[in-house]
């Protein structure tokens, strides 16, 4: 009998329902420092995890040491009595939502290969800027999940992912600057070239380094400062809802951002690394679209979540890993793009900032909105065209705020880094630089 | 499908065995290791989750020809085929200039000694502790919502290297936090949050009634605070975010992974270096006992010490890994950690610490017309010479006096003229553990940060001007 069907029978009787989540992985990568290769590893990951539901709460259990499965069923069974709710139902059936997650071409890639393009790539860099030392890391993994519970459902499926970074620093008594290119997606999809042509562009703009006065600016957010919108991807969450931990949870049906706002989370993205074809609940994938036109739809909600408030599981039940069990979480959330390419966006500001890379943005409150970030890397755009670099900056702002009254365009250039999305440009962020 | 992972008692021999696969290598290094975690989580009224789980696995990383590979896994299955790997892996980099030192042999087996194992409490027990807690959070005056949460691991790590080296390395913790939220005026959530915990008792877990009231009245303060205004101003900081400032100000820069092959660091961070007033010393080390950082070997084999980053405002040390030292001509200083056995060790800090000054604490805030009194880490992060960090909480300093509160208190700096500002530094020190650090894709790493209060002059604060 396999692990699986073997942990399902002995649960069998003992509790309501039983659900296993199983994965493989492998993944192998190669990193640089100093503009050298400094290491090539490879990694496998094998586990799983059990629920069960006894008397409708949940008892959890998942390892590594898949070996005894005695041990496995009764540690789940033995905390069933002191769990968390569980107010969905398991389905009794998995429907894939038919796309293709597993790249070919990603899960074959050969380390040969990796150290050849990693190896061009600093080169094409450093001829940009010979001053500067790179590192970086290219990595690719392929992973098998399998989820089945004690109705009878199943699902296996197959992803790729690809990804890793390039990262340029130039050390001077003084000024030391420091920016990196970075993002995620299933497969292989030109990600070498346009880091390095990316990096080397921005390494050339960072040269002139010019004064900035504190003030309100006319600001460019490029999609790797994602990380200050966390606050949007809680208050969409229909776990923060009934935990009255979002400022949205009564405002389904109004408007609570600007009208050319729309936010998705896409499931059946086979682009980036998020989208599978079933949960980690073997709810079917969908695109949901949470904002259209400013205007709230829905949250997105794993099966107890969507059971709680009444609606449809938005199929995005996801554990993070292992050890974890499920709960609402993004598989691509999306902002729609615009129309502009960067330069584009850049033209059109006669006095204003792009803001490239922050730090410390984990150090914001987490509901309010409200944030106060260093600037690591920041350019001045005058009359449409990029000035220089300026240092030693915070940006402050709140992000409900940006997004409701001071957006003013929506790149079409979209990055994964979390968060799927092109450049936005806002009125009047504040700047203070001391 | 099944795979298993043993941690048996013929393990030592199986490493053994593996090990002598790895004839051409200069070194072999193979960390077994044991991790067993039980999480609790009061979300609002209710149990949001009761997550236990077991993480166990293995590692091998070869030096051969001046190069690394590394390969991690579950099963610890065919050892030897794994240290082939790691040596192919190696050789695929091709030849290298890493070298390192030698290591005298160690045998040791370290256990925490464990006064009350959370691993022997029941489940049910804690849950109801947690509730009460987090009942006195939700049924006090102002408060929306509440989150209250109890977590331990416990792991046991095994090495052996090639070297003739082998150590177990036990390791516990058990950690409380209280969170509690309440609405401004425009309905908009603000948190304050505080935490105990333990490296070796259960018992930390009881007698926090208090501090759960603390909490809730701390969060309705900082909602109804007004936001800071962003500017330069005079910052006193405390001990607990003391720590995570010189974490994050200083200690990433001390670690040599990132200067021993960059010649332009080196001219920057030469030792000698004046980097602050007289009084202004910094240390790190493993051997300071019950912190995060705390163990006696590092994931090299090599014993933890203290080191003396800053001695009297003048730059005298920096962390290593064997690489590195070697690479600058340095000792070793047992700062090479994993995570866990998922990836290879890097140079790390571990307990982290601004050590006592001279001053008097209420010498500190007397002359300040105008400052901020930040207390309590919020995060942290680093970017080479800037740095920034959040305080948990904030209030101004009117003439000398602790006045009203502000929210939002965020720090920005650049390394080199923030140390230069610190003119004070008190004559107390208190060791935080609760945060972890991550570098690269390492996180969170147990670490230990730890510091008396520190004035420091036209400090960089965030916000609307």
């Known amino acids: ?434 | 499908m099944a795979e298993t992972v043993t941690t048996g008692s013929d393990l030592q021999e199986r490493m053994q065995d593996a090990i002598k696969a790895g004839a051409d290598a200069q070194e072999i290094e193979i960390r077994i290791e044991d991790n067993e975690n039980t999480t609790i989580a009061y979300l609002k009224d209710d149990l949001e989750s009761l997550d236990r789980g077991v993480n166990a696995g293995g590692c091998v990383r070869a030096l051969v020809d001046g190069s690394w590979g590394f390969t991690s896994f579950n099963s610890l299955h065919n050892l030897q085929d794994r240290v082939h790997d790691a040596i192919k892996m190696a050789k695929a980099v091709g030849p290298g200039k890493a070298v390192i030192p030698d290591q005298a042999p160690i045998q040791d087996s370290v256990s925490v000694d464990l006064k009350n194992d959370p691993r022997d409490i029941p489940v049910s027990e804690t849950i109801k502790l947690i509730e009460s807690y987090n009942r006195i959070m939700s049924e006090s005056e102002g408060i929306v919502t509440t989150s209250s949460s109890y977590r331990h691991f416990h792991y046991k790590r095994y090495f052996m290297n090639k070297s003739g080296t082998y150590i177990e390395q036990e390791k516990m913790r058990a950690t409380v936090v209280l969170l509690a939220m309440a609405l401004d005026a425009n309905g908009m959530r603000h948190d304050a949050f505080d935490y105990a915990y333990s490296l070796e008792d259960y018992d930390i877990v009881f007698g926090h009634d208090n501090l759960a009231k603390d909490v809730a009245r701390r969060a309705v303060e900082i909602a109804n605070a007004p936001k800071i205004k962003g500017g330069s101003y005079t910052v006193i900081v405390d001990p607990r975010l003391s720590g995570t400032f010189i974490h994050e100000a200083f200690g990433h820069l001390s670690e040599a992974d990132f200067v021993y092959e960059n010649p332009d660091w080196q001219n920057i961070l030469t030792m000698g270096r004046k980097l602050g007033q007289d009084f202004l010393n910094v240390t790190d080390g493993g051997t300071i006992p019950s912190e995060g950082g705390t163990m006696n070997y590092d994931d090299e084999g090599t014993p933890t010490r203290v080191t003396k980053l800053i001695t009297d405002g003048v730059l005298t040390g920096r962390l290593h890994s064997r690489e590195t030292a070697k690479a600058l001509g340095e000792e070793v200083t047992g700062n090479a950690r994993a995570v866990s056995y998922r990836f290879p060790p890097i140079v790390r800090m571990t307990n982290t610490s601004i050590e006592p000054g001279p001053h008097k604490l209420e010498d500190m805030f007397k002359d300040v017309e105008y400052g901020i009194y930040a207390v309590g880490a919020h995060g942290g992060q680093t970017a080479l010479e800037a740095f920034t960090f959040g305080a948990a909480e904030g209030f101004e300093i009117v003439n000398g006096e602790i006045g009203k509160r502000l929210r939002n208190v965020s720090i920005s700096g650049n390394l080199f003229s923030t140390l230069e500002n610190i003119d004070m530094v008190s004559d107390d020190r208190m060791y935080e553990s609760v945060g972890g650090c991550g570098k690269g894709e390492q996180a969170p790493l147990p670490v230990g940060t730890g510091g008396p209060h520190i004035r420091i002059q036209n400090c960089i604060v965030g916000g609307e001007s």
Not at chain 1, 131 to 151: G, P
């Open chain 1, 1 to 434: 009998m396999s692990f699986i069907d073997s942990i399902l029978d002995k649960a069998k009787g003992k509790c309501e329902a039983a659900e296993v989540f199983h994965i493989k992985s492998e993944n192998t990568s190669c990193a640089w420092s100093s503009d050298k290769l400094k290491l090539v590893g490879a990694k496998e990951t094998s586990g799983a995890a059990l629920r069960v539901i006894k008397d409708g709460k949940v008892g959890f259990f998942a390892t590594n040491k898949t070996d005894d499965t005695d041990f496995i069923v009764n540690t789940a069974l033995e905390l069933a009595p002191y769990g968390s709710e569980f107010a969905g139902e398991l389905p009794s059936e998995y429907k894939s939502a038919g796309g293709d997650y597993f790249d070919e071409k990603t899960a074959s890639l050969g380390t040969e290969k990796m150290i050849a393009d990693g190896n061009k790539m600093i080169a094409a860099v450093k001829e940009k800027r010979s001053d500067a030392l790179f590192e970086a890391k290219i990595s690719r993994s392929t992973m098998e999940s399998t989820i089945a519970n004690s109705y009878g459902a199943r699902a296996s499926y197959r992803k790729t992912s690809f990804g890793g970074h390039l990262f340029g620093s130039v050390t001077r008594e003084g000024d030391v600057l420091g920016i990196y290119e970075y993002d995620q997606s299933s497969h292989i999809n030109g990600q070498i070239d346009r880091w390095a042509s990316e990096l080397g562009r921005k390494l050339v703009d960072a040269e002139k380094i010019v004064s900035l006065k504190s003030g309100n600016y006319k600001t460019i957010l490029m999609p790797k400062v994602c990380e200050i919108l966390g606050p949007i991807r809680s208050a969409l969450n229909a776990r923060a809802v009934l935990k009255d931990l979002s400022p949205f949870a009564d405002k389904v049906g109004e408007k609570i951002f600007d009208e050319r706002i729309t936010l998705f989370d896409d499931g059946l993205n086979t682009e980036t690394p998020g989208g599978q074809p079933v949960d980690d609940e073997g709810v079917t994938a969908q695109k949901t679209t949470l904002i259209e036109n400013g205007v709230l739809k829905v949250f997105i909600n794993d099966l107890h979540s969507a059971s709680k408030l009444g609606v449809e599981p938005t199929g995005n039940g996801m554990r993070g890993g292992l050890s974890a069990t499920p709960r609402a979480g993004y598989t691509t959330l999306t902002l729609a793009p615009g129309t502009k390419t960067l330069s584009e966006l850049i033209a059109e500001i006669d006095h204003g900032v792009i803001i490239d890379q922050v730090m410390g943005a984990h150090q914001a409150s987490p509901f309010s909105g409200d944030f106060s970030v260093n600037v690591d890397c920041g350019f001045v755009i005058e009359d449409g065209k990029i000035v220089g670099r300026f240092k030693d900056g915070m940006l402050s702002g709140n992000v409900f705020k940006m997004f409701s009254d001071q957006l003013l365009d929506t790149g079409s250039e979209q990055r994964y880094m979390g968060f799927y999305m092109a450049p936005v440009v806002f009125d009047g962020l504040t700047v203070s630089t001391g």
